[in-house]
């Protein structure tokens, strides 16, 4: 059976959707760290606290449309 070559465009729509997807998956954690460089304090523990105590779940997403605005351009 002959194999069949995806068009640059499937590519690309692939290559953003996988994007998007690592992005959902990561974003917490850069929420985090982004948190740690910006304060005083170094323990990732008392931001993620911090975080869930304030905004819930939703805390570590913010931004999360912004992010997947970078991966799928």
């Known amino acids: ?14 290559g953003g959707l996988s994007g998007m997807a690592a992005t959902t998956l990561l974003h917490p954690i850069d929420t985090v760290k982004v948190n740690v460089q910006t304060t005083g304090k170094s323990n ?3 931001h993620i606290k911090s975080i869930y105590s304030t905004s819930g779940m939703n805390g570590f997403y913010k931004g999360l449309t912004a992010a997947w605005s970078r991966q799928a351009v």
């Open 44 to 46: 990732p523990l008392f």
């Open 1 to 14: 059976m002959p194999e069949k070559k995806n068009s640059l465009l499937t590519k690309m729509v692939f």
